[in-house]
């Protein structure tokens, strides 16, 4: 089994590189005949890599959610699996390539710096933690897509401000639909982060008794879900729109995927697992 | 095959002349009586504000395009019409125009997708008029696969290719459901005009027109459904509305920078389209320096127009690719229409059938009846082809280019289905 493991494990990025491809040349040609065949690109490399974590979980005894290199496929694929189900959703095409690229990016990491762990910390056996990983990835999925679509809303704008209609103003859906896209990303991811993080903070103190409320992980995430919070708040109310909402999003974003990488590979956190 | 055609066109013509020459729908039926008299044995007439054309077969062999170009010259005597200005077009290249018509390459936007509904409406009133027959039917459903096939698989129509619907694809780029939106139009001349037209075709959901003169506003909304804003207000109101296109014909600016600044300050800073199509310009450009105002004069806008006709013009190779594929199907099927194969493969098929029939019966009959079963069969389908043969015999004698041998040798092969056979 391992060696199917294995074998998985180097097949998947390229899996990811063909979709991207696929989905790449769509945008650039903007033929009618791939508008469906490159759907089915996404679908087989999603059931493949969902057989991939499935063989993974069996073999090494526990999900692969206890270290980033394992969270990173699952990011992957929840990335893969929001898109996938956005576009069936809404049918907007167009922005895939732009989506399916960031999984790509978490799939290589992943399997470049996964290792075959059989042995897991206690801690990391807590079933809490399970639910508290799930809302977290749903979150960081969510806030990804809507960094990515905050993003070509950016490009678009400053494409129709400054009379450049290329390929992006040809092929990406409206200023009005990003805005949408990426507003709607952002609520789920920030829905599903307040879980996460509301789950981390009951499940914290028994799992480590000399944890403290100053730790750097915890603070980054409070300003972060702060910030998600003003923003949707702000575009409710209908104080911020457009640029400045997007704006935030990408920020909080990038905050987020920082903070990520200072605890888990420089400072001394708690959320350290690697 | 012996298809005419006479063309005059963008190509060759003035405006005057093509709109002297252009016809109605009731002239249209006039001049098919007169054709099917004296010049065509079936024909129709394309007549746009860009072209007027006649397609058909001659009555008589002798008949030619001089004879089209007089009657034409001769129903409009108070124009000249120079010898020059009609293209001719014989056989397949009739066909080869007719196709081009009908893929839009020959229209003056290029890859128009409206004059192959047109070619269409031309085709019906020829048909009102018992004007089509077996060949022309043919010509038209081929024709009207080289359209469909034009715009199916080649993007030779899209992008917007005129100032005024490039405006509204820049604003359909911004804003996702213009039902939900308000438009402003500044100035009801002929541009004014066109702009909330293609607007009011987009389905904007609430339409105002102001002018300087009320009474040309008032003209203009009562065309398009709109409603009015008195030109001395409108300023104080312009942060009712997401998309604003000026065309009036002032010398000066008429939205300066702070109006525009005011504006958004009031509409709290949701996007704002400005689109300037007057020359000289309304709108102060600076404008354009505001978060979410998009401003757009006709220059950006003949940025778009040119992408899109360059964009057009790389189709060109697949279109005329299409035609050419096409012209061979035609030109496959009318060849096929000859009297010797015609009669070779209607025996082929009854003996093919009468074959499998006998072979699956022949155990039921003892040796010896089973070649008198054998003969009877084929005398059968001998006395049932008798009569056909001879008809086709009669149209070979005739000469296959006449409309009844025509008619004759491609109903058989259709009844039969021997074309759609010879296809699988």
Known sequence: ?274 | MNFLAISINHHTAPVEVREALHLNQDEIKNYIDDLKNNLFTEGFILSTCNRTELYGIPAKPEINYIDLEKYLIDKKPSIEIKDEQFQKFFSCSALNHLFRVSAGIDSLLLGDNQILGQVKESFQIAEEKYFVGFLLKRVFDAAAIVGKRAKNETQISDGAITVSYAAVQLIEKIFSNLSKKTALVIGAGETGEIAAKHLRDKGIGRLVITNRTYEKAEKVAEAVNARILPFSHFKENLHDFDIIISATSSNEIILNKEDIKVMMKKRGYAATVLMDIAVPRDIDPAGRDIDNVFYHDIDSLNIIVEQNLKKRKEELPKVEKIIREELVNFFSWYNSLEIAPTIKSLRDYFEEIRADEVQKMINKFSGEDREKVDIVTKRIINKLLHQPTIELKKAAETGIETPESITKIGLIRNLFGIDAKKEN
């Open chain 1, 1 to 274: 089994m391992q060696n199917t493991i294995h074998y998985s494990n180097i097949i998947l990025p390229f899996l990811y590189l063909l979709t991207v491809g696929v989905y790449l040349y769509d945008f650039i040609k903007g033929e009618k005949k791939l508008a469906h065949s490159k759907r089915l690109f996404l679908f087989l490399t999603l059931i493949f890599h969902t057989f991939y974590i499935i063989i993974r979980t069996i073999e090494f005894d526990h999900p692969p959610i206890t270290n980033v290199f394992e969270i990173f496929t699952i990011l992957a694929c929840a990335i893969g699996f929001s898109y996938f189900i956005l576009e069936l959703v809404t049918d907007i095409r167009g922005t895939g390539f732009f989506i399916i690229v960031i999984a790509l990016l978490f799939q290589v990491l992943s399997s470049i710096f996964i290792r075959d762990l059989t042995e897991v910390k206690d801690v990391l056996r807590s079933n809490l933690l399970g639910v508290h990983v799930f809302h977290a990835l749903l979150g960081y999925a969510g806030i990804t897509i809507s960094a990515v679509y905050g993003f070509l809303y950016l490009t678009l704008y400053k494409e129709i401000k400054t009379n450049k209609f290329g390929l992006i103003f040809d092929r990406l859906p409206n200023l009005e639909i990003l805005e949408r896209l990426s507003f709607s990303s952002a609520v789920i991811g920030f829905i599903a982060l307040s879980i996460a993080t509301t789950i981390g903070l009951i499940w914290l103190p028994q799992a480590f008794p000399d944890f403290s409320y100053t730790d750097p992980k915890l603070i980054v995430t409070f300003i972060v879900w702060l910030m998600y919070g003003v923003g949707i708040i702000l575009k409710t109310t209908g104080q911020w729109r457009g640029k400045k909402v997007v704006v935030l999003s990408i920020a909080g974003f990038l905050l987020a995927i920082f903070s990520t990488i200072v605890t888990n590979f420089i400072s001394r956190s708690f959320h350290s697992f690697y």
